[in-house]
């Protein structure tokens, strides 16, 4: 699909992973806290029961497919930010979602680079200097699809 020229054409391709289990007692969060905040965890903290409520009831991420589309969308601030910086240093980049997500987790898992329980892949991104000009895309007036409140 829409990867494929990136990837034959690229200097670089990223994938960005997302979590699958993150829940606010999942043995993930347990270790972000205790290992690298080297907090006490406790499920019933208030902390704890502030990410329950936040999931649970703000976000209503109430299936592991939710949590994993959640978790997906997060990666997206990351891309942003690497898009950008690769923008500022005169890096072409290209932002990836038109791929086979399930082919790519099977790749990922069979190469042992990720255990497809706990991760997905949420996006890929290019990186690289073009070797040709590209025709400039078509947009919409900013007009049609903006609105000042």
Known sequence: MGAQ??????????????????????????HLVSDIKHHDFDPNSPRSQRFK????????????????????????????????AAGRLDIDSCPIEGFD???????????????????????MASFGYRAQEITPKKRQPLADIYQEL
Not at 101 to 123: C, I, N
């Open 101 to 123: 997500h399930a082919k790519m987790d099977q790749y990922f898992a069979d190469h042992g680079l990720m255990d497809p329980e706990h991760w997905g892949v949420a996006v």
């Open 53 to 84: 409520q936040f999931q649970e009831h703000d976000l209503n991420l109430d299936t592991p497919r939710a949590r994993f589309d959640w978790a997906c969308r997060q990666t997206y601030i990351a891309l942003g930010n690497m898009l950008t």
């Open 5 to 30: 020229a990136s990837i034959d054409g690229a200097d670089k391709v990223i994938a960005i992973l997302a979590r699958k289990d993150i829940t606010y007692n999942s043995p993930y969060v347990q």
